[in-house]
């Protein structure tokens, strides 16, 4: 297995080069990287979770002569990155005014800070309102129309499962719609990142398995809408990322201070953040963001991608074949939906072995009559509309009502049979 953790370390390097600090023991460079960024910085952090984490980042900080505007970390965000969130940052932006914003945490933090600091250069200009800038190379045209510019993002992440630290993306979550959407932009991809894998070990059991399933699903979407000119380093990082998961998530859930399994679901979540930098995610996150109020993220796209699998079949069979040997399986002469199929069974199979759900109906809160008419009218919404075209097998609003319906009706179920192919 090593091998794979070398070739994790030979990928992201050759896309990172040295702009990037990570690996083990690398939080105490967190001075030196901020620092080359901004010396008044406003530092959001979740302290309860993670203290100790922030307390190393914090006398780094002191250390280098950077001064915390606040006096200490604000409060981050919860889990899903609530508007709300983003508002609250936007306004301590506004009142300390830093030169410089640190996010210290999980996705949800870290896409709160791209958030708001959008709306702290933009809010005045175009919009206070976050929804304005959701969609694909929003925030990048008002920055063009009317000459701000935002300021610089550092982040710190301490979770293995999103990548945000790594991406262009920001998810943000209307609480009362019960809906996530998102903002896709270069624009918002922080300055400077450092992910100290050890910093991972607080996290409990069940969210290391939703982190691992997260990364899973950006390696495994990306590689399925891969096109000829990025299919060979798409296949590489999706099958370095499945070995080092599926090798590793065990250990690192039964025994959360496995270091080497730490080290493993870190490299596989840097890799999907390098994944979903070259192409998009689809199905699986798309349907994800109708479930933020009964599941997590990550264990929505676990949960969803073998059943989009099957949908997908035709157009990845190329895809479907090198992916039954990333799990270990002969596809032994299967072809069509027979292969997909049995994509799909190992795709479940290693889900169970880490004690996630398969089905929605495993979902302790999923409601079948609230679930599936949401999931349904997202796919339609304009602003996620990337999720549909990223398909392997593109939809638009028009195709959802046939073609989607049958795909949550199944994961509803655990039966495949109810998914019609385009």
């Not at 794979?4 to 390097?13: P, V």
């Not at 409990?204 to 809408?225: K, Q, R, Y």
């Not at 990333?326 to 169970?352: I, N, W």
Request: charged share 20%.
């Amino acid at each position: 297995m090593d091998e794979f953790k070398n070739k994790a370390y030979e990928l992201l390097k050759e896309w990172k080069g040295t702009d990037y600090v990570f690996g083990v023991d690398c939080l105490d460079k967190a001075g030196q990287v901020i620092s080359s960024v901004g010396r008044k910085v406003l530092l959001v952090a979740n302290t309860r979770h993670m203290k100790d984490t922030v307390d190393e980042v914090l006398q780094s900080v002191s250390e280098s002569g950077i001064e915390v505007v606040t006096g200490g970390p604000v409060p981050g965000a919860r889990p899903n990155s609530p508007k709300d969130d983003v508002y609250r940052i936007t306004t301590y932006i506004l009142q300390f005014r830093p030169d410089c914003v640190v996010a210290v945490g999980g996705g949800s933090t870290i896409d709160v800070c791209k958030a708001a600091v959008v709306l702290s250069a933009l809010g005045s200009a175009v919009t206070p309102e976050v929804d304005h800038y959701f969609g694909t190379g929003i925030v990048s045209t008002c920055l063009a129309s009317t000459g701000r510019k935002m300021l610089p993002l550092v982040a710190i992440e301490t979770s293995a499962s999103s990548g945000s630290h790594l991406t262009k993306y920001a998810n943000v979550t209307d609480v009362i719609e019960g809906q996530k959407k998102i903002i896709v932009d270069q624009a918002v991809v922080p300055v400077r990142q450092i992910f100290d894998y050890k910093a991972t070990c607080s996290m409990p059991a069940s969210v290391t398995m939703d982190g691992a399933l997260d990364a899973l699903s950006h390696t495994i979407e990306v590689f399925w809408g891969a096109k000829e000119e990025n299919y060979d380093i798409t296949r590489k990082i999706c099958e370095t990322a499945v070995a080092l998961v599926t090798g590793y998530a065990k250990r690192a859930v039964d025994n959360p201070d496995d270091i080497e399994a730490r080290e493993a679901l870190g490299l596989a979540t840097d890799l999907g953040g390098y994944a979903i930098m070259i192409g998009g995610t689809s199905g699986g996150h798309l349907t994800s963001f109708s479930l933020v109020d009964c599941t997590t993220h990550g264990t929505a796209c676990g949960l969803m991608n073998p059943y989009y699998a099957v949908f997908y079949s035709k157009a990845i069979q190329r895809q479907l074949k090198e992916m039954l040997s990333f799990f270990g399986k002969d596809d032994s002469g299967l072809s069509g939906r027979e292969l997909a199929v049995a994509v799909a069974t190992a795709m479940m199979d290693f889900s169970r072995s880490i004690g996630a759900p398969t089905k929605l109906t495993d979902i302790r809160g999923f409601d079948h009559d609230v679930h599936v008419p949401r999931a349904v009218k997202a796919a339609k919404d304009p602003s996620l509309k990337m999720k549909l075209q990223n398909m392997p097998v593109p939809m638009t609003a028009d195709d959802v009502d046939e073609y989607m319906t049958g795909i949550l009706e199944a994961a509803c179920t655990g039966d495949l049979s109810l998914i019609k192919e385009m």
